[in-house]
């Protein structure tokens, strides 16, 4: 039997990373639609990215980049909604809210654990997870969800770029259907993506049939209603695994020829795709895609998962000119404990791989929206991972002679510039005084704080008014351009920044020692192959 982690032959290495593209158009011009003012005016698929998941749940779904883009927009909350998933009455969102953990861990033992309250924080961490658990599966959140027109953000976090295709109310109502069992020793919510995918789907729905986001979305753009914005963010989840699990399983070689049902299969106990086997997939999205009657679509790039601070790059750089280190670890490994033996980990060789990979994925995007250009269809390529390149802090800003000739840094808007210390990609770190490192990434090490968030949305935002949307005050009156994000009343909602918790120290002894005894990196990460 093939090892997966064996890297294939089709990933095509690439010595030097993908230059961005900074033309949405690709230079393409697209005759004018004269279209007719829409209902819709911004509708968002895509996975956890798009979803609003934050330190390791999906919670404060009103702090997402679609809600953001909404509330600069001018939108009301029933002119863009989105799901919620029990906030601010919960127990925090699905699976496990790591910031509200930490928290209540901080209010009961401080912002450090002494040796003698060992037994005791195991304890209490079991009982913690069994009231989460207990709501959201036979609690409160346990519920079927209410009907209702289709959310204006439709997406949910763990889906590849076959999840949306394929996933309906029945895929989950078959996945529900039997009772959870109460695991004394994993205390995980049971099928914890598919109650967060449960409402995004159940208001997906046509009358009595079960329809896709997909399908809802081509419904919602049909003439009487429209849809003038509809952006799509997609295929990160089709490597992110790779890096979050640090154990790289590559897509069978024959993916690519099989049916969307034995796709569905076969990718299970994937979590990195071959080039090949992402076109396929995404072949068959922009099929769908292109039976949405938007006005404009925005498509997203991947961008490159291993500059993630969830996988720590260990010791130096493997050359000064090289992007990469030679291993990546967890966080808290420290490169005087970490053992390659012992402790999980990538490679420098994979980790170039999986970039490579990656590289082709984007080709595969690029080529679909001038395609779609070409065909005289309104399409925009949004270039996120070019975005986090610019933002990569180990990567490239702190290792000049690594940096492209095309690379230049990432203006961060006034308000977060001027915070102390300025946020950056690395892993967020905070002790008594208050954050030290990070703020991009919020406790999960993979999804944005807020004001992250906020960077999708200004980037999204500029695009849109590229493409002609206009957007409106609070008095209902068109902004002038270029429109900017309200930064600072983000920063008053972002706790992490505003209000950091002590108990996530410089040495991260909380989250390693709950990694420790919980493993929640794996399980409670959407990136575990195993579609709803």
């Not at 919980?518 to 192959?529: E, G, I, R, Y």
Request: hydrophobic fraction near 40%.
């Amino acid at each position: 039997m093939a090892d997966k982690r064996e890297i294939p032959a089709e990933v095509e290495i690439h010595t030097t990373p993908r230059e961005p593209v900074t033309d949405p158009t690709l230079g393409i011009a697209v005759p004018a639609r004269g279209a007719k003012p829409a209902k819709h005016r911004l509708v968002t698929i895509g996975d956890s990215l798009t979803h609003g998941f934050m330190s390791a749940a999906v919670f404060r779904t009103d702090l997402s980049w679609p809600t953001i883009t909404a509330y600069e927009l001018g939108l009301s909350v029933d002119e863009f909604q989105f799901p919620a998933y029990e906030w601010p009455t919960g127990p925090g969102g699905l699976p496990l809210d790591l910031e509200r953990f930490a928290r209540a861990f901080e209010k009961r033992y401080g912002d450090r654990l002494d040796f003698w309250e060992i037994i005791g924080a195991g304890l209490w961490v079991r009982e913690y997870m069994d009231r989460v658990e207990d709501f959201w599966e036979t609690g409160a959140g346990s519920g079927t969800p209410k009907s209702g027109p289709p959310f204006h953000n439709m997406a949910v976090y763990g889906w590849d770029v076959l999840d949306p295709q394929m996933t309906t109310a029945a895929t989950i109502a078959e996945r529900l259907k039997a009772p959870p069992k109460d695991d004394l020793v994993s205390q995980l919510v049971e099928n914890h993506q598919a109650r967060a995918a449960w409402p995004v789907l159940q208001r997906a729905r046509k009358g009595s049939r079960a329809h896709t986001v997909l399908e809802a979305a081509a419904t919602m753009s049909k003439a009487k209603e429209g849809v003038e914005a509809l952006v799509v963010i997609l295929g990160a989840n089709n490597v992110l695994g790779s890096v979050v699990s640090l154990s790289p399983a590559w897509s069978p070689a024959e993916y690519a020829t099989l049916s969307v049902e034995e796709r569905m299969v076969a990718k299970r106990g994937c979590n990195v795709f071959r080039p090949s086997a992402f076109a396929a997939d995404w072949e068959l999205l922009v099929e769908k895609l292109r039976a949405i009657d938007a006005q404009h679509v925005l498509i997203a790039t991947v961008p490159a998962v291993t500059i993630a601070p969830v996988a720590r790059g260990t010791h130096k750089k493997v050359t000064p000119q090289s992007r990469y280190f030679p291993y990546y670890t967890r966080p808290w490994v420290t490169d005087d404990d970490f053992d390659p033996k012992r402790d999980p980990n990538i490679t420098e060789d994979e980790a170039r791989a999986i970039d490579s990979a990656i590289d082709a994925y984007n080709e595969t995007i690029i080529n679909s929206v001038a395609a779609a250009r070409n065909d005289g269809l309104d399409w925009y390529l949004f270039d996120m991972g070019s975005i986090l390149d610019r933002l990569a802090t180990r990567r490239y800003i702190e290792s000049p002679w690594a940096q492209p000739t095309w690379w230049t840094p990432y203006e961060l808007p006034p308000p977060l510039s001027a915070l102390d210390p300025v946020p950056s990609t690395r892993f967020f770190r905070a002790g008594r005084q208050g954050r030290t490192e990070g703020g991009l990434f919020s406790l999960d090490g993979v999804h944005p704080t807020t004001i992250g968030y906020g960077i999708v949305a200004q980037e999204v935002i500029k695009i849109m008014e590229l493409a002609g949307v206009t957007f409106l005050g609070r008095d209902g009156q068109p902004r002038k351009a270029p429109v900017v994000v309200d930064f600072d009343r983000l920063l008053l909602v972002d706790t992490l920044i505003s209000q950091p918790p002590a108990a996530i120290n410089n040495t991260l002894s909380l989250l390693g020692w709950l990694d420790e005894r919980l493993d929640w990196v794996n399980k409670f990460l959407p990136f575990a192959p195993n579609p709803l």
